[in-house]
């Protein structure tokens, strides 16, 4: 019932910088924690950052400097804002948000993204 749309996927330089957003909709009563995970060929999925809905963050440590994750509640947008990338950071992207719908609103579940293409080369 609830879907998450995310763009702003590409084909980066290094050094360059991306814009990621995610954009919840459906019968959603709230949204709790949102976050970005990556995965690259032939590796498990990672975190890259979450963030509350108090706007409290957390970043694994490949990205912390280079990477800012926000949001905004009005429009059930997450964003992943990508400074100097690396070719390092090439995977596949996904939105995740943990939800509660107007169908259950005292139960929360997680939903993902349909995944974007990163890629930084040169």
């Known amino acids: 019932q609830v879907q998450l749309v995310e763009s702003g996927g590409g084909l980066v330089q290094p050094g360059g910088s991306l814009r990621l957003s995610c954009a919840a909709s459906?019968?959603?009563?709230?949204?709790?924690?949102m976050g970005w995970y990556r995965q690259a060929p032939g590796k498990q999925r990672e975190l890259v950052a979450t963030i509350t809905s108090g706007g409290s963050t957390n970043y694994a440590d490949s990205v912390k400097g280079r990477f800012t994750i926000s949001r905004d509640n009005a429009k059930n947008t997450v964003y992943l804002q990508m400074y100097r990338l690396k070719p390092e950071d090439t995977a596949v992207y996904y939105c995740?948000?943990?939800?509660?719908?107007?169908?259950?609103?005292?139960?929360?579940?997680?939903?993902w993204g349909q995944g974007t293409q990163v890629t930084v080369s040169s």
């Open positions: 995740n948000a943990e939800i509660a719908t107007m169908l259950r609103p005292g139960d929360a579940y997680f939903y």
């Open positions: 459906g019968s959603i009563f709230r949204i709790y924690n």
